[in-house]
């Protein structure tokens, strides 16, 4: 099979909640040569990849020009970028989040580069509902791309309803390592505490608030055990979103008994899941319009190493969990609803290993990793079929 050289665009490689994006550049086929082009580093011992081009490596004089142009607006991409994808003759250009999509189409058009643009959330909820400039981009964006891929069938609407022809969306599921997830279903006796999970950075889509107060309403009737992996990030509104879960945190039956682990390592975090009962998840549509736009990783991960997944009816989530089927889905910010299908799972502790194993076989069939970095490389070459 002939190679193809695809370049990754995404400005910093990689942030620790961003395992997802590393699987995807890793779960290409070997037919498929990636190189990763960013403008700084951080975490390349959990995050390495064979062919990456920092700009925070370049000299001194490279990236003062580099902010210049910018500064400028001589140009929105980086020239940088325009060097590595003709250095490699790369026939595809990969922007990850539909902002980078934009200010790279310039090094597409400039390289002679197909440009494919992946949506993943934010991009495609939050921008657009906040400002009407990005509403234009994104139709000049959709205008000039090859391909624009969505995580699942509800986001895949949403690109459509924001101006891009339904020829140019793909669903292209985010893919997770089901050999280093082992499958095992969580059990229950009825009498120690029913460990819940939550595991989120503090922002308002991520619904932890919600967790918690209805973990709160579950512990006046049950013995609960709550733990939170997650913290706030620096913004302003994060740092609020804290106030809000520590507030929640303080109210009820569990105060002073929520035990915080701060951010935590995917390793770590999978070390907690197996050591709990239940995930609880229940994403919103935040006040300033963010969303999952899909469905969280971490949901698919926990749910597919056997662990029941409390969540809402929200972005992608149904698509992945079936309500009392593999899962259990609540309304958005509906307290009573998630506190109602905790105590579902404690009274129906005998269900748990039929709904993980419901969710593993959904799982294995549509987000294995490998199976969807062929899916992936499969869309590349169609790009560039005669």
């Not at 809402?312 to 506190?339: K, W």
């Amino acid at each position: 099979m002939t190679p193809i050289t695809v370049v990754h665009s995404y400005p910093v490689w990689l942030p620790l909640t961003q395992t997802w994006m590393h699987n995807l550049v890793r779960s290409l086929p070997p037919a498929i040569e990636s190189h990763v082009v960013c403008e700084r580093t951080e975490n390349l011992t959990a995050f390495g990849v064979p062919h990456l081009h920092s700009l925070a490596q370049e000299p001194a004089w490279r990236r003062w020009e580099e902010r210049v142009a910018r500064r400028l607006r001589w140009r929105t991409h980086l020239g940088f970028l325009v060097r590595v994808l003709r250095g490699t003759h790369a026939p595809i250009l990969h922007s990850h989040f539909g902002t980078m999509g934009w200010f790279n189409l310039g090094a597409a058009r400039r390289a002679g580069a197909r440009h494919v643009v992946t949506f993943y959330g934010a991009d495609i909820s939050q921008v657009p509902h906040a400002s009407p400039l990005w509403r234009a981009r994104y139709l000049e964006l959709f205008a000039q791309v090859d391909a624009v891929l969505c995580e699942g069938p509800h986001m895949a609407a949403c690109a459509v309803a924001l101006g891009c022809s339904e020829g140019k969306v793909h669903v292209q599921r985010l893919g997770v390592a089901l050999d280093a997830l082992p499958f095992r279903p969580r059990a229950w006796d009825g009498q120690g505490p029913l460990r819940l999970l939550v595991a989120a950075t503090f922002r308002e889509k991520k619904g932890v608030p919600y967790a918690i107060a209805a973990a709160q309403e579950a512990a006046r009737a049950l013995p609960i055990a709550l733990t939170v992996i997650g913290d706030a990030a620096s913004e302003p509104a994060s740092q609020q979103e804290k106030a809000r879960v520590l507030a929640a945190a303080a109210d009820g039956p569990l105060a002073g008994k929520v035990v915080f682990l701060g951010f935590q390592s995917h390793a770590r975090l999978m070390e907690e899941a197996y050591r709990h009962h239940v995930f609880v998840t229940p994403s919103v549509t935040a006040s300033d319009g963010d969303t999952e736009g899909g469905c969280p990783v971490g949901l698919i991960e926990l749910a597919a190493s056997g662990m029941p997944v409390v969540s809402s009816r929200h972005g992608d989530i149904p698509d992945v969990l079936s309500d009392r089927v593999s899962g259990l889905l609540a309304t958005e910010r509906s307290v009573p609803e998630i506190t109602a299908a905790i105590r579902w799972l404690a009274a129906h502790h005998n269900q748990w290993a039929a709904l993980a194993g419901q969710a593993r076989a959904h799982i294995e069939s549509h987000h294995d990793l490998p199976t969807q970095g062929r899916a992936l490389a499969e869309r590349y070459r169609a790009l560039l079929a005669p």
